[in-house]
Nanobody, 124 residues
Framework: VQLQASGGGLVQPGGNLKLSCAASGFTLAQYTISWFRQAPGKEREWVSTIRHIGGTTYYGDSVKGRFTISRDGAKNTAYLQMNNLKPEDTAIYYC??????????????????WGQGTQVSVSS
């Protein structure tokens, strides 16, 4: 089982990036996939989730309306489209696999596996 996160980079404020989380060793759509991020000196925080039940999506307040989580079953990959990026979005972004209850999707201890992280830097 492996999750491979990619797509990070340096972008100016207002710019866009699309992160990918490629899964191997399991069928991605059978699991809940979440994105978390960790900025320097801060705890890892929950960003977004796409649940294994119905593909329902959820977003943190700080990214709602700007980020979109999705998945492609044929490619066994999840995505995080990030638009209108802000300097405060700067962090290492991680994808994670699990089957948490809806009330627990923000709990990073619930997840089974994590990708290695991809750096997103937003700066002019």
């Amino acid at each position: 089982v492996q999750l491979q996160a990619s797509g990070g980079g340096l972008v100016q404020p207002g710019g866009n990036l699309k992160l990918s989380c490629a899964a191997s060793g399991f069928t991605l759509a059978q699991y809940t996939i979440s994105w978390f991020r960790q900025a320097p000196g801060k705890e890892r925080e929950w960003v977004s989730t796409i649940r294994h039940i119905g593909g329902t999506t959820y977003y943190g307040d700080s990214v709602k309306g700007r980020f979109t989580i999705s998945r492609d079953g044929a490619k066994n990959t999840a995505y995080l489209q990030m638009n209108n990026l802000k300097p405060e979005d700067t962090a290492i972004y991680y994808c994670a696999r699990g089957r948490p209850a809806l009330s627990a999707i923000r709990d990073r201890d619930i997840y089974y596996d994590w990708g290695q992280g991809t750096q997103v830097s937003v700066s002019s």
